[in-house]
């Protein structure tokens, strides 16, 4: 059993950053690819980075070029770098791997 553990969320203003981390339990978190999700009330949870194992990374198109997703196998930590947030990226998100589901983190962009 895997635990994740999201930190990091917050209150920005539109055009301002934020760094969430996911830290893992297990050090064979190492071995598999790790998504960060969004969730929106009332829509469908969203995949918004991925990064494998060997820390290719993958980006909905809609974060592209803004967000930067990362990882220190050593620290057995997932980072999600979030730049020129607009208020379109408000929602809490989640770190996964294959089954496991952190508790998620709330980002709020807004004046």
């Known amino acids: 059993q895997v635990q994740l553990v999201e930190s990091g969320g917050g209150l920005v203003q539109p055009g301002g950053s934020l760094r969430l981390s996911c830290l893992a339990s297990?050090?064979?978190?190492?071995?598999?690819?790790t998504g960060w999700y969004r969730q929106v009330p009332g829509k469908q949870r969203e995949l918004v980075a991925s990064?494998?194992?060997?820390?290719?990374?993958d980006y909905k198109d809609s974060v592209k070029g803004r967000f930067t997703i990362s990882r220190v196998n050593a620290k057995r930590t997932v980072y999600l770098q979030m730049n020129s947030l607009k208020p379109e990226d408000t929602g809490v998100y989640y770190c996964?791997?294959?089954?496991?589901w952190g508790q998620g983190t709330q980002v709020t962009v807004s004046s």
């Open positions: 297990e050090s064979t978190f190492s071995f598999f690819t």
């Open positions: 996964s791997q294959r089954q496991f």
């Open positions: 990064i494998t194992s060997s820390g290719e990374p």
